[in-house]
């Protein structure tokens, strides 16, 4: 990627290289870890029905705009924004890349622990005190170590450039995390207890579907799981070609995020059902995953073990191609801002950021304060990306039209408007929600 030496922007080699890196970038820790407890918590199946109707309502129209002001500037996010806003826009550029920062510094290091988890299995076998074994993956210098693990893995696929790095490892990767995730469903099928899982995961309770505080959570976790509201998809996109039908790419991309997610809970919510250990998950929100399944598998004796073993091993997969993401908006930042070579830019952010995940690599509760944070940045980043494709960029809607079938090209109105009159004020009311949020856990984990 010797873009900014001689001009020539790297692109994105096939269609299937472009969806598979967007794909890798949203299905991720989001989906697998986040997902299910949060689709629980929000009253199951209201939830889940919440969150279909705001991704095709808000995600898919949000995921076109990133898409228009990415490609229509081929930059990321700062020069992008400048470009088409204004000098006072490329301030929203920054914002992008701070957070960034922020997502990657914690998202690497529970990334760490699932590698921990896998390698432990394979090595020595699941716990048999899945409490106690969080306690030891998530404390000292274990986190520490794995996260940096974590860190190196992703600058070295960053520093390959959008080809030979983020591509092929999408296209490599995303078919094996397919495989697995389908293959763990079926066999969750067949555990005894299993429909008590599915009619809780399921079954909706309607009361909730009018709650507030679930609605802008669904918009959060979307947010969230689509990589959308840090420049993230508008970054992938500058490397897109002008003849991707992109209405349709960002159909494609939002229905497999959701596709994982909402199988992730097909594997989960037996497997939590099955065993009867209900009360260990709704405890803890970060460690619900870490706890519940691991002592699951190991209950589930050998066949248990492979499973399991299998499950860490698509979290992994899912993890280091969303964290490439994140990594990448700094990269493509640094690179075009500061006309750094794509090596050092890789090493520069990236070792950056492992210093900066040191700490919420040694405390659990600024962890969990940090992913809160995380969903209130990527809320106030998509009301503007919102307001700035509805009313300040110009022509975003004939980049939208640029490559577009029929049918595409037929929806544009249709987006603009919603981009226009309903994202704002709902993602405003999403944003203001998610910030309450951050202070609510900062008293409960901080007593402040
Ligand atoms: N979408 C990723 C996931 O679900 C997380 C992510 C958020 C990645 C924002 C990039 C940008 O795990």
Redesign the pocket.
């Known amino acids: 990627m010797q873009s900014s030496q001689n001009g020539e922007r790297e692109l994105f080699k096939s269609r299937a290289g472009f969806i598979l890196a967007a794909v890798g970038?949203?299905?991720?820790?989001?989906?697998m870890w986040r997902f299910p407890y949060v689709a629980a918590e929000g009253g199951g199946a209201a939830f889940v029905f919440l969150y279909i109707l705001l991704t095709l309502s808000i995600g898919i129209p949000l995921m076109l705009s990133e898409f228009s002001v990415g490609r229509g500037s081929r930059l990321s996010p700062i020069g992008a924004l400048r470009k088409l806003g204004g000098p006072w826009w490329s301030i929203l550029g920054y914002m992008y890349v701070i957070t960034g920062f922020i997502?990657l510094a914690y998202y690497s290091v529970i990334a760490g622990w699932v590698v921990r988890y896998a390698i432990d299995g394979i090595l020595v076998g699941f716990p048999v005190d899945p409490g106690e074994q969080f306690g030891i993956v998530t404390t000292g210098m274990s986190p520490i170590w794995y996260h940096l693990g974590i860190m190196a893995t992703t600058i070295l696929i960053v520093s390959l450039g959008v080809q030979k790095g983020i591509e092929r490892a999408a296209l490599v990767l995303m078919p094996v995390l397919f495989g697995i995730l389908i293959f763990l469903a079926i066999w969750a099928f067949t555990l005894d207890g299993a429909m008590e899982g599915y009619v809780e995961y399921l079954r909706p309770s309607l009361g909730e579907l009018l709650n507030p505080k679930i609605l802008s959570q669904a918009a959060g976790q979307a947010f969230?799981?689509?990589?959308l509201g840090?420049g993230?998809m508008l970054t992938f996109s500058s490397y897109l070609s002008d003849k991707t039908d992109m209405g349709r790419e960002s159909v494609t991309i939002a229905a497999s995020d959701f596709g994982v997610a909402f199988i992730a809970g097909l594997v989960v919510f037996p497997v939590i059902y099955a065993l009867g250990i209900q009360g260990d998950v709704s405890e803890s929100t970060v460690g619900a995953l870490f706890i519940a399944l691991p002592g699951a598998f190991v209950e589930m004796g050998a066949v248990g073990r492979v499973v399991g073993i299998l499950f860490f091993i698509a979290l992994i997969v899912?993890a280091v191609t969303?964290a490439v993401?994140?990594l990448e908006v700094v990269v493509a930042s640094v690179i075009d801002e500061f006309k750094f070579p794509r090596r050092a830019a890789s090493i520069a952010g990236g070792v950056l950021i492992a210093i900066m995940g040191l700490i919420p690599a040694s405390s659990l509760d600024l962890l969990g304060l940090v992913d809160k944070l995380a969903e209130a940045m990527?809320a106030l980043g998509a009301f503007f990306m919102a307001i700035f494709v509805g009313w300040v960029a110009v022509g975003a809607a004939d980049e939208m039209k640029k490559g577009a079938g029929e049918r595409s090209k037929r929806m544009v109105p249709l987006v603009m408007t919603a981009v226009r009159f309903v994202l704002p004020p709902m993602i405003l009311f999403a944003t203001v929600y998610a910030f309450i949020a951050v202070v609510v856990e900062y008293r409960s984990a901080f007593g402040g």
């Open positions: 970038s949203a299905v991720g820790l989001g989906n997502i969230y799981s689509l990589s840090m993230c899912g969303s993401s994140l990527l």
